[in-house]
């Protein structure tokens, strides 16, 4: 199979190799014997093309090589075993053997034919110096390779261990071309053939020896080549080994959930200002002020409406009786009305009423002639005792019906200055806290929609032909998109005034906070990503090795880098979403107490979905151009590179 011819190396002056010439069967055990620096290491080197020589040819597999070997031309032919074996170290045992061939029963059977049958879940690191190099013959026979280069593999083991090699490369000499590069002694009992290498001070000697054994094995056949996949799998398991450093992947994820809040804070104004007014001041209502119409002859559209309130609002006169034009009155004033003139009306169908889950006492309404109380009424009607007034009756004079008795249900706990902006957008009026007196509030009380839904068809209930009509939607971004497609009609073609409460004080300034907070956000989501990114880099020049045991494996180095790339992108797009997902809970947890109890007069987070996908794109392309950057130009050296780094040449 090999066969050298007068092959010459010099170091300098020194002369490594003089005229060797030797020619090796297609198996056996030939023992490279003799002390260190006599050449043994480097005529292996030269039969693996690591080296190049100044003299001779070698031939091998009908090829023949002057100056140097072609590794590349021979590579798949020969393992190269040392004392120093490389193994992927973030897989098990079975798995660095499944990278060359995923038969399990083939890999089971010469675990256990070499001693190694309770190994295959433990990781190569937990090995000893023994086992780890019966490992790599292991893997040198699954990858069927026909030659074995070892350069002194029992340097570094017990007896008991060497015994075990050697043995094994004994019993393995039948199978294949076995060269052991090795001083021990104990070697020349297990060999077939030994060149004996010799170091004299002008030249080197190289002498051939019969062995103390006989030859008597045939040749086996070798393995299939192996398949090339799951390569993901395997490099996956990274993320889940000690290689890793957690501590970054820790605070990298701690920067994306600040920046990912940052980025719920700091929405764009609009989307923040609509937030504010459905959610802290909970505005879904439309006033229209009606001339001489009522709502059935105005409406344009019913879409996103879910309840048309009729105000209370009564003529300021009592209407004109049938007999005369003008009201009888001695001074010829037209006289006051003795009915109430004022009353505050309150959507019929709880869900619609977004303060109803602030009654204190009773319940809401459940029919047309009932009331829920002020807080103030209640105290100045039963002082400490506002349960006694739940099932009672109040009567009061009402337009057209006279004296009409009406059942107390309910009485309302005592409104927040944010709640009573919200009474005010269904044409409640409150004093601020500055300007509130409780005395005015001793005569409050609230009937239902439903109550005032019998004044609909009655042609006189108006002040001066005005009526008070209020929409109510489900949300305040329905009212807002009504009143973008309908709003502008509605004003130019009946005369109405529509009051839809769309202001918030510009103290809160959403403006500021969108366009210093937000560069922020971006900044940080630069920053973190970045960082992480580095210290990948990083971590993965410190532990790149098991890219070179890939490439052993028969993947393409530039495969490997690649599929370890996409899946630290992956890995990415896990911390965002577990970020995110973080970001979520601690905004909704936040939004939650604010509503609650209004410590900041405006929605702390919202949820601009065109933002956040915006957001966690800018994340990703990000991090997919700096890793690609980054990682990609990290040096990768080659399995045959990182063996000569770690080698003596000589």
Known sequence: MISCKHITKIFGEQIVLNDLSYKFANSGFYLLYGESGSGKTTFLNILAGFLPFEGGCVEWGGRTFEGQIDHDAVADRFDYITQDTFFVDFLTVADNLRLICEDDAKISALLTRFGLADKGKQMPATLSGGEKQRLAIIRAILSGKQVLFLDEPTAALDEENKTAVFRLLAELSGEMLILCSSHDGMARKYADHMIEFTKVKEKAAVSVTASEKVMLKAKKSMSAAPKKNNLTRYLGKWFRSKQRNRMAGVLFLLFLILSSVLCLFADFPQSKKEATLENIYNLHTVKLSVHNHRWEEISPSDEGIREVMLGYTPPLSPPLNAEADTPSNEEGLIPTPDYELSLDVLPYDADLFRLSHRIAHGSYFTAVNQVILAPEMAEELAPGDPDSLIGTTITRNVYKLGDTEFEIVGIFDFFSEYEKIYMQSLGISYQDAQHYNPRDEIDRFFISSAFTAQFEEDEQFH????????????????????????????????????????????????????????????????????????????????????????????????????????????????????????????????????????????????????????????????????????????????????????????
């Not at 973190?528 to 393409?556: H, P």
């Not at 601690?586 to 065109?610: C, G, M, W």
């Not at 996908?613 to 950057?629: I, P, R, S, W």
């Open 463 to 650: 002040d001066k032909g005005q009526r008070n009509y209020y929409l109510l939607f489900d949300s305040y971004k329905d009212m807002a998109s009504y009143l973008n497609t309908y709003g502008q009609t509605l004003e130019e073609t009946h005369h109405v005034a529509i009051y839809d409460l769309l202001y918030v004080d510009e103290r809160f300034g959403f403006a500021p906070i969108c366009y210093t907070l937000l560069p922020l956000a971006v900044f940080m989501v630069f920053f973190s990503t970045l960082f992480y990114i580095a210290l990948k880099k990083t971590e993965f020049a410190y532990n790149n090795q098991f890219v070179a045991v890939f490439e052993y494996s028969g993947y393409g180095k530039m495969q490997v880098i690649r599929r370890f790339i996409l899946l630290h992108i992956l890995d990415l797009l896990k911390f965002l979403v577990i970020a995110e997902g973080a970001a979520f809970v601690i905004s909704l947890a936040v939004n939650y107490s604010n509503h609650k109890d209004v410590f900041i007069p405006y929605e702390i987070f919202t949820y601009n979905l065109p933002l956040i996908l915006g957001y966690n794109l800018l994340v990703l392309l990000t991090a997919l151009v700096a890793m690609n950057l980054l990682l990609g130009r990290v040096k990768v050296s080659s399995w045959y590179e990182n063996f000569i780094r770690t080698r003596d040449l000589i």
